[in-house]
């Protein structure tokens, strides 16, 4: 947690993000994340409605090549910390993208049972809908949600503070695979 709190403190040095420059910084974002947010693309992650410091915290994190996946080290390495903001201000106000409802009901009811066990949504909501530095998991990306987690859980990714990966350690694949199911249901 140290770290986070250096990083809120360096926080008063920076302009106050802006969305409306955040929204024509994202344009070489959207081929890959959409044009608001929604990805069309298997297993990229959506960014729309996603809190802004979240955004923000793993843009550094791919910076500074502590987090790793889709080349996004490389073009995060291209963009300043006020970029950073400004893009994140941008995504953070875009609509949450649709749930995805359809599918396995059994599987939603399931994947909602073990994350009420977990306490997930003491760190990432009521809805899953995330806060602060904690990334927002409803109508994510079941593929990328699986990816994430699973790296999570073997330290292929690491987290911030080893909260995340202490959440993962115990999770077998058919709870991540249900819970992944159930996140994406959420609006
Ligand atoms: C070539 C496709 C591509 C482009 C262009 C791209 N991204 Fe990504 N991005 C990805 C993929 C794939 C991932 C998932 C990486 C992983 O597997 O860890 C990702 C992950 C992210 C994440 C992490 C999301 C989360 O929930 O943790 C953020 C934030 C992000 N990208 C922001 C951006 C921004 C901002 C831009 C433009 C400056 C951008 N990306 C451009 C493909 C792309
Ligand atoms: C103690 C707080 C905490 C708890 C409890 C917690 N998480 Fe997290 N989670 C985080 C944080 C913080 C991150 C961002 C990790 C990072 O990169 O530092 C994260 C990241 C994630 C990601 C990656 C999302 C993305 O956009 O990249 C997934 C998926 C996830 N958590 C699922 C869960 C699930 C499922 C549970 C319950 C089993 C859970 N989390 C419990 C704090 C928590």
Redesign the pocket.
């Known amino acids: 947690m140290a770290f986070f709190f250096i990083l809120l403190s360096t926080d008063i040095a920076w302009a106050a993000p802006d969305a409306i420059a955040g929204k024509d910084k994202a344009q070489v974002c959207a081929a890959c994340h959409g044009d608001k947010g929604v990805s069309s693309i298997t297993g990229t ?1 959506h960014l729309a409605a ?1 809190p802004q410091l ?1 955004i923000f ?2 843009l550094l ?1 791919f910076r500074d090549q502590r ?1 790793k996946g889709g080349g996004m080290e490389a073009i995060a390495a291209t963009l300043s910390e006020q970029d950073m903001r400004d893009i994140a201000a941008h995504y953070a106000s875009q609509p949450a993208p649709p749930p995805h409802t359809g599918g396995d009901a059994e599987k939603i009811a399931r994947g909602q049972q ?2 009420q066990q ?3 949504s ?3 909501g009521a809805q899953l809908q995330g806060q602060k ?5 409803s109508g ?1 990306s079941s593929e ?2 699986v990816t ?2 699973r790296n ?1 859980r073997s330290g292929a ?5 080893g ?2 990966a ?3 350690r115990s ?1 077998t694949d058919e ?2 695979e249900a ?2 199911v159930y ?1 994406r249901s959420l609006p």
């Open positions: 992650p996603q979240s915290y793993q994190q987090r073990i994350a977990q306490y997930c003491s760190c990432h530095h904690v990334p927002r998991l994510q990328y949600f994430q987690l999570l990714r690491a987290d911030m503070d909260t995340m202490s959440a993962a999770l709870e991540i819970m992944a996140a």
